[in-house]
């Protein structure tokens, strides 16, 4: 028997209707020959199909029909032929959940619902899998004899008219190692996180024999009447349920949390106002030194833990983020990646797909917020007075507009901050605020153990203090954690006078700011060697291994023996160390004090310690071909930081130049922006200024707004042509293409498309050469210059017979029915198609399949052969479909209801119409209302009304525009003339 939920015997369900429509769902492989779904998946199928390891190595399908199915409990099985020399699979395990007592039981379930759409690198979209895990409350559904299954809520809805759950149905539903049901409905006023399913206990005792019989044969169960009961026994009484470990992501603050002092009520302050729906954000604010990491650690600490400080009672948080300026930094990509993470891979990667798309941040964060649901996610941001101006107002906006969403939404994270300065916020917005100050040093009591744990082996002297003794130190320097703790560094670090704790007290004169005094002493009391080490933890500001520093310092001073100097300095605890990712790192304060006392110029000075870093930071960096997400690419923008700290802009350019585009691509448009901005007017050499236009113009190409990047891309134009460097004018002279393209003039796209065709010929930068020619024959195609359109697909032709690129061919062909189809030469139109259709399937992709059947479509439109060209149509719908392309199905739907137009069905073309305007729509295609349109005049024809058709249909055409995959706008006014003349 089967031990469980198997991922190779996963089914994706795709069917074809009698209608001619496609739908798909999820299934089971329970046997050698059969697969468990839900009936309306396969309801009125004409063609059904089932898909296992999908868009996995090892894919394989095979054909399936309905065996057994039950419309009341919608329960089907289906019945399909192994790949010949299969091996044989267990039958699965069958069980029931009691529904005659109280009990909450865990569930899973696997499938293929809508909002796990992807898109794929060749821009194939398809479904990923979602492996649901929830609960089902066994007394809930009584009636209808269903499961109610709670789940997380799903991380998207993408078609508010379509449950985001759609073709999760079918899915078997296990409770560990039995199938106890099939998953059937999502029910939308219950909210996305409650799924229903039906029994396969009930489904047995409803239907009778010889169904029931006929079922239990295909599900091999042995006694339909006695199937083993999986339920879990009920919780005691008055226990809660049991709930699961918080998620946490980011690298936790941990100075001082080993010798942390109780500070009781500013913690339980916090968890007051973190449970509290009200309260957005809580903010701890104090000098340096005064602990406020350390708190809002342990707070973070005890939530991982499970605990809620003081007395608050509320939920756990489902995760915890941990950001800080001295770490991973506070921005608003680094929020929303770590964020992205802790939710879960499903929702991670399309959180991940929505970043990297062109939509406004409000739009990206509002995504993230969705994808939370109403679970409660806490974020720490460390030392956000780095990212504060003086005036206490945020110098990102990025993060300015991360906190407008934040107080907007109705259900969000909480924020936890850490600040010397309070961060600044609108009036009305300061009642969704709460601060917790901690402008006073550690009680007495705390500060007398603190000390007594510094010394903890008593080879200092200080443990063996008296109460009053150590109660004055910790006076004399206000109970401040972080003073308390240099304090007895100093003691450690004189090994000549061997001073007490007394005498050191006496060598410090109060100033306004005593810890810094303190960590100033410390710093000025350190040894050459001792302060070169220092200051190259101060210039890299964050955690890192110490083959970093030991690379760092040997070409600063070779002679320099790194480790002891390391040791000297963790005694001191000048150092803090995390053992789990083996890195070391300065306090933020000393870190601070450091870097401001480092002189600027020298060998050792600021600026070559800062070129150093950003030269371990480019030895460690990984190269192109192993990038595969923002965060490879880290050490390049390390070393951007590191080369503007030392003021090597030029060199910066040319990092920067190497990750833009990349960081264009996922998403992080406004950062790339950041830092190219940082560069205006500071660049003294030609090729970084090169460098910097191509990348620029690409981040304006992305972002906005279009005519700067236009005036980037000529200006690196001119300065390549200047250099005599060919590649950059092949990037500039596309780019310009593009985003004149973009811009809608496409006459101005010509001559730059043309010309960076024709560089990447003389480059041999073949794959720039066919994407440059395609473009610009569709071009063509759009300005209705089919004959230049033509030229571009004869080149296209050329270079596939000289290359031998399959893909190459097909493009060839693309770019010939389009360009035929402007010109109106159908009958080449439709020959062309054919051969497009057959050249990608030799290429081994569906990448314009849908498109050239589409233009067969029409092209028998225009000669009057309605029935073939309702069948290629057809075709070019389920095409579209399977490659889940809202715009080109609302296309070929479009074409089709004006082929049953001409039929003379009207309420088809109405109906059809009314899809097309639906998918056009989802797509965000301007052509919906055109197919609005359309499905007005078709209902007005139908009544008859012909003046209401006539007018209707004339806003039809008007709406399609230059749109050349569509029927022509002619055919619609002739139409609608003749329409008039009979009113």
């Known amino acids: 028997m089967s031990d469980g939920l198997d991922p190779h015997r996963i089914a994706e369900v795709i069917v074809t209707t009698t209608a001619g429509g496609g739908r798909r769902g999820s299934g089971y492989r329970v046997g050698d020959t059969a697969v468990l779904t839900a009936f309306h998946v396969v309801a009125e199928a004409a063609d059904v199909q089932v898909r296992f390891d ?97 789940v997380p809520v799903a991380a998207a809805d993408p078609d ?58 295909l599900l091999v169960i042995d006694d339909p009447q006695a199937l083993p009961d999986v339920g879990a026994e009920p919780p005691a009484s008055g226990s809660p349920p049991p709930q699961a470990g918080a998620k946490v ?109 062109n939509r406004p941040v409000q739009d990206k ?4 917020f969705a994808a939370m649901g109403d679970q409660l996610f806490i974020i720490l941001m460390d030392n956000l007075e780095d990212r504060l101006q003086d005036d206490g107002r945020l110098d990102d906006d990025e993060l300015a507009i991360f906190l407008d969403c934040l107080f907007r939404a109705r259900s969000t994270p909480r924020l936890l901050v850490t600040s010397q300065i309070p961060l600044r916020l609108a009036p009305e917005l300061r009642r969704f605020a709460a601060e917790v100050e901690l402008s006073d040093g550690l009680p007495p009591t705390e500060s007398v153990a603190l000390l007594r744990e510094l010394d903890h082996d008593g080879s200092l002297g200080v443990a063996q203090l008296s109460d009053g003794q150590l109660l004055q130190a910790a006076v004399h320097v206000h109970g401040v954690p972080r003073a308390l703790e240099l304090l007895v560094g100093a003691v450690a670090d004189d090994t000549l006078t061997l001073p007490t704790l007394q005498d050191v007290l006496v060598d410090f004169t109060l100033r306004g700011d005593v810890v810094a005094g303190l960590a100033e002493d410390r710093y000025q009391r350190l040894g050459p060697e001792g302060r070169t080490v220092l200051n190259v933890l101060a210039v890299l500001r964050t955690p890192v291994p110490r083959e970093a520093i030991e690379w760092i310092v040997g070409g600063l001073d070779p002679g320099l023996d790194v480790m002891p100097v390391l040791s000297h300095l963790l005694r001191m605890r000048m150092l803090s160390v995390d053992r789990a990712s083996r890195t070391l790192a300065l306090h933020p304060m000393d870190a601070d004090l450091a870097h401001g006392a480092m002189p600027r110029d020298g060998a050792l000075g600021r600026q070559s310690m800062e070129r150093r870093a950003a030269d371990w930071y480019a030895s460690i960096a990984p190269p192109r071909e192993d990038w ?121 796209a010509i001559g730059p498309l043309a010309r960076a065709g024709d560089l990447a010929h003389e480059n041999n930068d073949a794959e720039a050469e066919v994407h440059a020619i395609l473009s610009l024959s569709l071009a063509h195609s759009t300005l209705g210059d089919g004959a230049a359109a033509l030229a571009g697909a004869d080149r296209l032709r050329e270079l596939a017979h000289t290359s031998g690129d399959l893909l190459t061919e097909a493009r060839s062909w693309n770019a010939r029915f389009t360009a035929l189809l402007t010109m109106g030469r159908w009958e080449e139109t439709i020959a062309a198609g054919d051969r497009a259709v057959r050249a990608y399937q ?31 149509l057809e075709a070019a719908l389920q095409a579209a479909s399977a490659m889940e392309n809202p715009r080109t199905e609302g296309v070929c739907l479009y074409n089709m209801a004006w082929a049953h137009w001409t039929d003379g069905g009207y309420g088809q073309a109405a109906g059809t119409a009314e899809r097309a305007a639906a998918s056009l729509q989802l797509a965000g295609a301007t052509e919906a209302a055109a197919a609005e349109a359309l499905a007005e005049a ?28 569509m029927v022509r706008p002619a055919w619609l006014i002739e139409e609608a003339g003749r329409l008039r003349g009979e009113a």
């Open 160 to 217: 508010p008219q379509v449950s985001p759950w759609s073709g999760m149905s079918g899915a078997a539903v296990w409770a560990g190692s039995h199938i106890v049901g099939v998953v059937a409905e999502h029910h939308r006023w219950e909210g996305t996180g409650r799924l229903a399913a039906a029994r396969i206990d009930h489904t047995l005792r409803r239907v009778g024999e010889p169904r029931r019989s006929e079922l239990a044969e």
């Open 249 to 357: 992501i980011g690298l936790p603050v941990t100075h001082g949390l080993e010798l942390f002092k109780d500070r009781a009520e500013a913690r339980e302050m916090i968890g007051r106002h973190l449970t509290d729906p009200a309260i957005r954000m809580v903010t701890v604010t104090g000098r340096r030194g005064m602990g406020k990491s350390a708190v809002a650690a342990k707070v973070m600490a005890m939530l991982e833990q499970g605990e809620w400080p003081g007395h608050a009672q509320a939920p756990l948080p489902s995760g915890l983020v941990h950001l800080s300026t001295r770490t991973s930094g506070v921005s608003l990509e680094r929020l929303y990646l770590d964020c992205a993470r802790a939710l879960g891979s499903d929702r991670e990667t399309r959180l991940l797909d929505i970043w990297a798309t």
């Open 365 to 368: 964060i509002s995504e993230l």
């Open 842 to 872: 030799d290429a081994g992709i569906q990448e314009a399949t849908d498109y050239a059947l589409n233009a067969k479509g029409v092209a028998m439109l225009a000669t009057g052969r309605v029935a073939e060209a309702l069948a290629s």
């Open 628 to 748: 595969r997400g923002l965060d490879d690419i880290q050490p390049y923008r390390r070393e951007f930081d590191h080369r503007v700290r030392a003021g090597d802009m030029n060199g910066a350019a040319l990092v920067l130049g190497t990750i833009s585009e990349w960081m264009v691509w996922h998403g992080s448009v406004l950062a790339a922006n950041s830092m190219h901005l940082t560069l205006e007017e500071q660049l003294t050499d030609d090729r970084a200024r090169l460098a910097h236009l191509i990348s620029f113009g690409h981040v304006r190409l992305g972002g906005g707004p279009l005519a700067h990047a236009t005036e980037l891309f000529t200006e690196a134009a001119d300065l390549a042509e200047r250099l005599d460097d060919r590649h950059a004018m092949q990037n500039a002279m596309f780019g310009l293409g593009d985003a004149y393209r973009q811009l809608g003039r496409l006459d101005a």
């Open 54 to 150: 999908a868009d996995r190595p090892g894919q394989w399908a095979a054909a399936a029909v309905v065996a057994w199915s039950d419309t009341g409990t919608d329960v089907a099985v289906l019945t399909f032929t192994p790949q010949p020399g299969a091996t044989p699979v267990t039958p699965a395990r069958f069980g029931r959940i009691g529904d005659d007592r109280h009990a909450v039981i865990g569930v899973h379930a696997a499938g293929f619902p809508l909002w796990k759409r992807r898109r794929s690198p060749d821009g194939r979209q398809f479904r990923e899998l979602h492996q649901a895990d929830g609960t089902v409350a066994a007394l809930s559904n009584l009636r209808t004899g269903t499961l109610e299954i709670t």
């Open 938 to 965: 078709a209902r007005a024809r139908a009544v008859p009304d012909p003046q209401a058709a006539a007018a209707a249909l004339a806003r039809a055409a008007d709406g399609v525009g230059g749109n050349v995959e």
